[in-house]
T-cell receptor
């Protein structure tokens, strides 16, 4: 599975959009981009995933660049409860995830 | 629909003992994966089971083993516990195996080895 690179930490004002970047320059054609978050040692929570096209669900939007070498997770209106560690994962045919160190997002009131 | 459940939630053992952790996947899910999370190493993949067969295995010693039952419930066992085995053990289930299937994680079992 391709390696991902994320900034270690970010801040976002409450109510504003949080844009979390992820680089995955070695991604191959059959690898999906997944985003999970983990709040204070709870189990990771699934957010969204995509292969080539941009995706949106009730939690977030995922923007994948045309060359698929990077992506951005967008939380449209961040709340205090969105404070968590966000993991960007690139995953191929195997079912296992390889988690990096993630981005610690702090939403500031 | 109930989520992934793990039992017990907390466990304290001493070095040399063995431990068995249990995971019940979401109803209808046939794939179960196990992960170890520690402050130093982060989240690391242990193994994955699908239809009672181990499909993938991470880089852990043979003291770590697992199995899956016909109802998709899974157990993992750690023998001859070491202090370094203290961690949060997470189980995740997905409907099928394969990269397009999202995994749903349980709350974890926190194991402390004294």
């Amino acid at each position: 599975d391709a390696k991902t690179t994320q900034p270690p930490s970010m801040d976002c004002a409450e109510g504003r959009a949080a844009n979390l970047p992820c680089n995955h320059s070695t991604i191959s054609g059959n690898e999906y981009v997944y985003w999970y978050r983990q709040i204070h040692s709870q189990g990771p929570q699934y957010i969204i995933h995509g292969l080539k096209n941009n995706e949106t669900n009730e939690m977030a939007s995922l923007i994948i660049t045309e060359d698929r070498k990077s992506s951005t997770l967008i939380l449209p209106h961040a709340t205090l409860r969105d404070t968590a560690v966000y993991y960007c994962i690139v995953r191929s045919t195997g079912n296992q995830f390889y988690f990096g160190t993630g981005t610690s997002l702090t939403v500031i009131p | 629909k109930a989520g992934v459940t793990q039992t017990p939630r907390y466990l304290i053992k001493t070095r040399g003992q063995q431990v068995t952790l249990s995971c019940s996947p979401i109803s209808g899910h046939r794939s179960v994966s196990w992960y170890q999370q520690t402050p130093g190493q982060g989240l690391q993949f242990l193994f994955e089971y699908f239809s009672e067969t181990q499909r993938n295995k991470g880089n852990f010693p043979g003291r770590f083993s697992g199995r899956q039952f016909s109802n998709s419930r899974s157990e993992m066992n750690v023998s001859t516990l070491e202090l370094g085995d203290s961690a949060l053990y997470l189980c995740a289930s997905s409907l099928m195996a394969g990269a397009g299937n999202e995994q749903f994680f349980g709350p974890g079992t926190r194991l402390t080895v004294l």
